[in-house]
């Protein structure tokens, strides 16, 4: 339990000195007028509470991320805990941070633009495209989850397809509305339920003070399953949003449209990011009690167990029948506000690329219809195909952290621009080329699946050819702003 602990401490205080350090490097200017004042609509520019929009922040980008990434992250063991802490502090939270920022210069722009401004016209254009399937998927798989769950808390009575039409009508209407008609207000809600639900977890593992495993217990691959899931990259994709995800940076410039200050960065960016790692630990660590064997040294996650029994039993046996009731209520909270706005960001996307003013609603349904349209296509797949949903969930986590390269890859490029220290964007760009390009190679299904030696190999051509790139670039760097 110490390594647990220390963990935990590590996450709280890097927010106060390695935040603190981002801040500063970034350089935050407080009496600049920002975008929620100098383009107000009343639907997506609006000027709202720190606080309040912290919480959205949070619930945008946390999902069932740090929680079901975590779970099945701690099958690998305690290396799962580091990549947790040093992930979020070192990558996710400057991901966050960093991107959150310069939307928020860029008056709230879309990701897609400021990518294309820092890489070129050609980037800008593939990842309209990519994100826009990105979002697709992060609203498909987060809302059979839900459904499912619903289904099982009314006994059957109300089976999942009627929850999928209700989530589907309730995201509808939260991409087309003004976003403090029904997000800035239930919002809160829910990210008290999901915070309630870890400090819950958090107690119990104090009160119950269960032999969590330590780091000086070694840390081996403990995956059932390790011939065929080494731990790098399968670890790095699989915790994907308790350490870093590409997902969070096409959430932020929603939030930068209503920021009325830049100071409000550090906690609504880089404090959100943290606050996810927090959950995932919290999580990666009950589930390591209850699935790991702490006097053999080995996992005992049977094989094909999923998730969501490990949260049901989880929560049984720590908090009690009503317990595991609030615990199911906020693992169906976190995901349907995660897919909402993953719909309203691909509205925004759409709408930057074909210039369409968003006030009025009519010019919201024109993208909103079809875009939905699409979604429930993708979604009629993964629920009548019997490996349609395993399927898509593999490529959302793959795509997911490639976004985060091409996200880190832009804000190294800034910085350079900006002659500022461009170095705590860049490793960490480094090593997120190296494990999404290991992960295509390696994975069997849906993907190369090769022997993960040639994987490394290659992945470590690719990742090096990006630093040389990089360097060439730095070398005859231009006085311009893009690239």
């Known amino acids: 339990m110490i390594t647990f602990i220390f963990s935990l401490c590590l996450l709280i205080a890097g927010y106060f000195v390695y935040g603190k350090f981002t801040e500063k490097i970034f350089g935050i200017k407080t009496n600049r007028q920002t975008p929620a004042f ?3 609509d009343d639907v ?14 949070f619930l945008n980008i946390a999902g069932l991320g740090p929680v079901f990434g975590a779970i099945m992250g701690a099958k690998f063991g305690v290396s799962s805990y580091l990549w947790i802490v040093f992930g979020s502090l070192f990558a996710g939270a400057v991901h966050d941070y960093m991107s959150g920022m310069m939307s928020l210069r860029m008056d709230g722009a879309s990701l897609p633009e400021i990518q294309g401004k820092y890489l070129g016209n050609g980037v800008k254009q593939l990842m309209r495209v990519f994100m826009v399937v990105l979002m697709i998927l992060v609203g ?32 509808l209407l939260a991409t087309l509305l003004p976003i403090d008609k029904i997000i800035g207000r239930i919002y809160p809600v829910f990210g008290f339920c999901i915070l309630v639900m870890a400090v ?59 920021m009325t200050n830049e100071k409000q960065g550090r906690p609504i960016f880089y404090g959100a990011m943290i606050a996810e790692g927090i959950v995932a630990l919290i999580w990666a660590a009950a589930a390591s009690y209850f699935f790991f064997d702490t006097a053999e040294g080995k996992s005992i996650f049977e094989t ?7 949260v049901d039993s ?15 209520l906020g693992v169906i909270f976190a995901p349907i506000t995660t897919g ?14 074909l210039n369409l003013d968003q006030k009025p609603i009519s010019k919201r349904l024109l993208i909103a219809v079809p875009l939905f349209v699409v979604a429930i296509i993708v979604l009629l797949y993964s629920l009548y195909d019997a490996n349609g949903f395993e399927t898509i969930w593999r490529y959302f986590a793959w795509s997911n952290q490639t976004l985060s390269v091409f996200t880190l890859w832009t804000v190294t490029v800034y910085l350079s621009l900006k002659k500022k220290p461009y170095i705590i964007t860049l490793i960490p760009a480094l090593f997120m080329t190296m494990v999404c390009s290991a992960f295509v190679f390696v994975q069997k ?23 040389i790139g990089f360097i060439i670039w730095k070398k005859n760097e231009p006085s311009k702003t893009t690239s």
């Open 200 to 258: 819950g977890i958090l107690v119990s593992i104090f009160v119950y003070h269960p032999a969590l495993p330590e780091i000086w217990q070694g840390l081996g691959n403990k995956h059932p399953q390790a011939e065929t899931n080494p731990v790098f990259p399968m670890m790095f994709v699989s915790i994907a949003c308790g350490a870093i995800s590409g997902f969070h940076a096409t959430q932020s410039p929603l939030m930068a449209r209503c």
């Open 445 to 467: 299904e849906g993907f190369l699946g090769l022997d993960p030696t040639l994987a490394y190999v290659l992945s470590g051509i690719i990742t090096m050819a990006s630093l």
């Open 304 to 310: 094909g167990t999923n998730a969501s029994v490990v």
């Open 340 to 353: 909402d706005t993953a719909f309203r960001s691909a509205r925004l996307i759409i709408a930057d690329f």
């Open 314 to 328: 989880i929560a049984r046996h720590w908090m009690g029948t009503t317990g595991a009731v609030l615990v199911i």
């Open 140 to 171: 498909v798989v987060f809302v059979i989850g839900p459904a499912g769950l619903l289904a099982g808390l009314t006994s059957g009575c109300l089976p999942a397809q009627f929850w999928i039409y209700i989530i589907i009508i309730y995201y």
């Open 38 to 40: 100098t383009k107000r």
């Open 44 to 57: 997506d520019y609006i000027p709202m509470k720190s606080w309040k929009i912290f919480m959205i922040q």
